[in-house]
């Protein structure tokens, strides 16, 4: 064996704490032998176990290991705090909010029903001024009972928040100044309001034929030059169209047509002459 070079098995122990002692003195100054082990897991390899392979970067792994457990304790405060998600909006805790906000809207609002039309009724009186069907109409569609509604409109009346007389007259007199309705016009709008008959007549006697006939004659002369270049025959049309959808009757809206457009063309006759005589003193 000693020819062969070979090392004896009784000398093996020798060889290992020789290899062990260069490789000690090969490490850098100001380490320890402690620290290495410690790194390289020669202290469990002491211990009796294997030692376990260093990994490349040594600092890597608790660095990840700290960043993991950061984010998980990120993950678990903000599940604690409301789940807020990845975007910022609120997760878990906003159905919380928004199931509050609607138990505390339905604990606010009224409970019986009669309080609940009165509620309704103020609310919708406050925008515009309405009549009593109106106000009908909207109680029955949120369900109020028929008599519990009957009695709140009784009321409503009874301290004249509710006037279907003084409705019908100002809705005739805003109608037929701003728009130009005839009083056929007026009464259907009435009608579909609720307002009864009788109401309905004293309300449209502020209107008479005369007033019809000067509305009328302003809504011709409003759109008279938008027709113009047209012929004769096609802007009567379309004028009387007009007044019909107003309600006008048709004999009344032919007369005005007519009377426009003559008026019309003999001014524009004078003008034509004017200008003729003009030419011929120059």
Known sequence: MEELGLVSASELPSGRRRRRSALAAEQ???RSSGEGAGHDGA?????????APAPACPDERPV???GRTRRGAARTGADHEGGYGSDGAD????????GGASRRGRAEEPADPESRARDICLRLL?????TRKQLADALRKREI?????????TRLEEVGLIDDAAFARA???????????????LAQELRTKGVAGDLAEQALAQVDP??????ARALVERRLRTTRGLERQTRTRRLVGMLARRGYSEGLAFRVVREALDEEEAGAGEQDGAYGDTAYED
């Not at 202290?43 to 030692?51: C, F, P, R, V």
């Not at 809705?171 to 016009?185: D, Q």
């Open 28 to 30: 850098p100054p100001g």
């Open 43 to 51: 202290g469990a390899a002491g211990h009796g176990g294997a030692a």
């Open 64 to 66: 990840r290991r700290s």
């Open 91 to 98: 997760g878990a805790g906003a159905p919380e909010r928004s």
């Open 126 to 130: 406050t925008g515009a001024a309405k």
């Open 145 to 153: 009972p028929d008599e519990v509604a009957e009695e709140v409109l």
């Open 171 to 185: 809705w005739v007199e805003s109608r037929h100044s701003v728009r130009g309705l005839s009083r056929r016009a």
């Open 210 to 215: 005369d007033d019809e006939t000067e509305a």
